[in-house]
Structure formats: structure tokens, C-alpha cells
DNA sequence: GGTCTTGTTATACCTTTGTTCAACAAGAAC
DNA sequence: GTTCTTGTTGAACAAAGGTATAACAAGACC
């Protein structure tokens, strides 16, 4: 016969630590996200397995099947996690700040989404093994691509409205749209050079990147 | 007892046809490369499996380890394959017009090459995954790491060679190796927003953002 | 304290993966 | 035709993967 832990606990006479809590269900799939999220992270695909997840999470194997459709819907829901994390939060930071800031120059606003694009919050190493996982699965996944586009294109909106603007209280013609997502690019394109090599420029520089392309069109922000 | 195939070609009194051809090392080896980095471009680092490439590459399943030390090894030569097809050619051809043309303006050069970065050859969404997958890669293998940058570099300076030669014609101050490394992250990141969702920009309309960039800096070169 | 519900565990199962290796045969050399 | 070299095959193997499920126990309720 073999002790089991709760066997043990008994012989000694102690309390029993209980083995396990139960945890409310939109709770418990909330830490499974993140656990997936951190697996992600730090080992791209490759390290996205039901072990290394139930292991982060510090839950037991059997948990993910649970909550979730297959491994594949999990990571749907890091996805869904991630994009609304990252696009949301300047979404709005950029509704409040325009709430927030009535008759205040416009060039404040803009200069402020600008600005949050290249902050360490944002523009970091970290999450590279996590944007090239989740864009392969876009490319791939007809429904992630639908929820990408909606939250990319209400991004590229709240950033478009900012730049006009700025063109309109300065009398300028500017393609905003356009311009917005020439914008959105470019931060993208940065991210990735200083990712793949921390050598070829600085978040500073970045920043200064930006700012010109903006700059070049509705005129100095700074 | 069973019939194998040349039995039952034996029985037939036709000739054997041979059950595979013997290929030079090299050339099996190029072929094994081509077939792998096709495998990776369908299906994503989930589709790079010894099966799938195998089967791709109408060889058996031993062969893979005979002419590479691994699968990862293989991945490696995939990377060097298609980093070095990429962007060598852009250097060649800069470096072909700078020969042929001697004496021609510099700005026929320089459009030349950004125009190069928005062809079809090169613009195109079949490589998403092969590239996403690559750079993760990058980011996680140091070896492959030295190989991106030193590459990278070589076709940024010769960006900043044509950059600067039209600047310097123009008697304009530029920094040429900035707005070189700018001008590569915005055909990235326009690259990357047309593959993930092709209706927010064209290719027509990313060779319009990729000159306004540089001529920003240089002037009109169209 | 006793009972019940159900969140959680742990195991078993099957599939797929990468690697190895002995046997085979294609094609050159004679 | 015969021999020899070696590129190639295909099965065997262990490890790791995702999923299903029966047994367990935590915590609420009476």
C-alpha cells in the first residue's frame, strides 16, 4: 500500500493542506491565458504545449481540455488577449486624452499617441516571439484575421482623426488614413529591426522616426 | 512469401524501373533545401516536419539526417537559402546598375531600387509564414543571428550608398544611413499590414509611401 | 458533522515526431 | 557480365505531443 499525501497528512495528525483551490471559471481561465501567454513569450510556438502551460500555470494537465476547446482554441483566446491589450490601450488613451483635453491644441494629443508607440511599455524585445506567433496564426486563421482587422482598423482610425485634426487646425491637406497607416507600419518595421538586432538603432531613434514621418506632412509637433 | 517490386518486375520480363535516382550531393541537398523551405512557407514552423518534407522532396524519411546534421540544421540552411536569395539580389542589382550606368544620374539608381522592393517578386504574401518563422528563429538561434546582421547591413549600406549619392549631388545634408534603415522598416511593416489583411493598402500604394519617405529627404525622384 | 456538487487531478491512450541503422540497389568502373 | 562503392530506403525506436476520462477532493450547503 502507498501513502497517499492525504494518508500521511492524517498519520501526523495535522491539518491537511489541501492539494488544490478552486478557482471561479472566468478566473481560472484568465491565469490559464496568461500562463499561455508567458509560454508563448519565451519560447515562441514551439514552447506553446499543454505541458510547459499547465506548468507555468501551475495546474494539472487535464485543465486545458477543460476550459478550453483544444490547445488551438487557447491560443486563439492569447490572441484575443493580446491584440485587445496592446490596440485597446491606445485606443483609449487616445479617446480619453481627447475627452480629457477639450480646447487644448491638437497637436498635444497627437504628439502624445505618437509618443506611446515607442514607449518601453510597448516597444519591447519581449513580445517578438509573440506578435510573429500570433501573426502566423492571422495569416493562417480566417476568424482571428476578421477580429485583426476590426481591431486594427479601429486603431488606425482613432490615430487617422488625430492627424486631421491637427491638418485641419493648420489649413494643411493631408491624406490621414493613409497617412496613419504608413505610420502604424513604419513603428511596426522599427520594432522588428531593433528586435531581430539591438545594434541597428534605439527606441529613441525610433521615436525621432515617427515623429518625421508625421512631421513631414502636418508639420512640427515638437 | 511476398512479391517485392523487382520480383513482380522480374515475373513481368519488363525491364526494372528504378524505385530512385542517385543525385550528386550537392544537388540533392539544394533540392531538399528548396523543398523544406516550401513546406515552411505553406504550413509555418508546424508545417516543417520531417513527413512533410520528405514527402514534398519525393525522398524517404532517412535521407534528411544523412545530408544535415538535423531537422534544425536543415532550418538553418533554409534561412541562409532565402535571406541570401532576398537580399542579394537587391545588392546585386544595385551593384550591376552602379557598373552598367556610369555617368547616368544617380536618381534613375536610387528609384530603381526602392521600386525593386515593391515588385511582385518580392512583395508578396506567399512568404509570410517562411518569414515570420525565419525571424523567429533569428531571434532565438545566436548563429543565425550574426548571419541576419551582417546581410542586413550590407544592403543598408548599399541603400545608403545610392541615398547618398543623390544627396550629395543635390548638395543636400542627409543622413543617409538613418533614412536607409527607415526606409526598410517601412517595407517591412507595410509588407507585414498587406499580408495580414491585404484590403488596407496595395502595392501600388506601398511604392507611393516607400518614395515619399525618401524623397522627403532628397527631393522628387519621380 | 454529513452530503452533494463540480472543479481538479492524474493516468492511460493514441498519434506524431526526430533519429538511428541495417539492408538494399543504382550506377560507375572494369 | 561482374564487382564495388555509396546514395538511398524503410522499418524500428524512444520521446513528446494532445486528448479523454475515471477517481478524487475542495468548498458550499443544510
Given at each position: 500500500m502507498t501513502d497517499t499525501l492525504s494518508n500521511i497528512e492524517k498519520k501526523r495528525g495535522g491539518k491537511k493542506a489541501p492539494r488544490f483551490s478552486r478557482e471561479p471559471p472566468q478566473q481560472r481561465r484568465a491565469m490559464m491565458i496568461e500562463a499561455a501567454t508567458r509560454c508563448l513569450s519565451r519560447g515562441g510556438i514551439g514552447g506553446f504545449t499543454v505541458d510547459a502551460i499547465c506548468r507555468e500555470a501551475g495546474?494539472?494537465?487535464?485543465?486545458i481540455n477543460h476550459y478550453f476547446d483544444s490547445l488551438d482554441g487557447l491560443l486563439v483566446e492569447v490572441y484575443r488577449a493580446s491584440m485587445y491589450k496592446d490596440v485597446n490601450a491606445h485606443i483609449e488613451a487616445a479617446k480619453r486624452r481627447r475627452a480629457e483635453n477639450?480646447?487644448?491644441?491638437p497637436e498635444v494629443a497627437l504628439a502624445e499617441l505618437i509618443k506611446s508607440n515607442f514607449a518601453p511599455r510597448y516597444f519591447s524585445g519581449e513580445n517578438l516571439l509573440l506578435w510573429l506567433s500570433l501573426w502566423a496564426e492571422i495569416a493562417t486563421n480566417p476568424h482571428l484575421k476578421a477580429a485583426h482587422r476590426e481591431l486594427y482598423n479601429a486603431y488606425r482610425g482613432e490615430l487617422a482623426e488625430d492627424i486631421a485634426a491637427v491638418a485641419g487646425a493648420r489649413g494643411r491637406s493631408v491624406d490621414a488614413p493613409t497617412l496613419a497607416r504608413n505610420f502604424i507600419a513604419l513603428v511596426d518595421g522599427l520594432w522588428l529591426e531593433w528586435c531581430l538586432d539591438?545594434?541597428?538603432?534605439t527606441p529613441e531613434a525610433a521615436e525621432a522616426a515617427g515623429f518625421e514621418i508625421i512631421e513631414a506632412q502636418v508639420g512640427p509637433l515638437r
Open positions: 495546474i494539472s494537465r487535464g485543465l477639450i480646447g487644448w491644441p539591438e545594434t541597428v538603432l
